[in-house]
């Protein structure tokens, strides 16, 4: 209320239209108060929010890990240099046996006769040349 009456006694009191018309103007005779607040308006502060973050208590709990299968874990042999005889390749005779046509039996060699002459000297039936190295002489191989 008090504002007001100043208001009112500061402006004087006039019609809504005359107070347009000297907005337009911009208020160039009349000086602008300060008023002081009939109080002072307290703002409260924002009160500090504390955010509880739920902590995780981790309780010891005691967890039996099954053992594995017992591995037998080979101990390391010692390495013992063995002496390994070398091959070394020589001629063997390896008897075989030759497939034979027909049996023969000594005793029939002995008794046989053979159906035809059985020349035991060097006898050629047919003249032999001898080449001599001269072409065109005798038996020539090669028909020069």
């Not at 005779?29 to 607040?37: E, F, G, N, Q, R």
């Not at 709990?61 to 053992?67: A, D």
């Not at 000594?106 to 035809?116: C, D, F, G, P, T």
């Amino acid at each position: 209320m008090i504002v007001l009456c100043l208001a009112v006694v500061v402006l004087g009191y006039t019609d809504a239209d005359d107070v347009y018309q000297r907005s337009k103007r911009g208020f160039r005779d009349i000086k602008t108060i300060s008023v002081p607040k009939p109080y002072p308006v307290y703002i409260p502060k924002p009160y500090p929010v504390i955010k509880q973050v739920p902590i995780k208590v981790q309780v010891p709990v005691k967890i039996t890990v099954p053992k594995p299968y017992p591995v037998h874990i080979p101990k390391p042999t010692v390495q013992v240099p063995v002496k390994v005889p070398i091959h070394v390749p020589y001629a063997v005779k390896v008897p075989y046996a030759v497939a034979k046509p027909y049996p023969i039996e000594i005793e029939n060699l002995k008794v046989a006769k053979e159906s035809y002459p059985v020349v035991t000297e060097n006898k050629v039936p047919y003249p032999v040349i001898i080449d001599s190295g001269h072409h065109g002489y005798g038996g020539d191989v090669h028909g020069w």
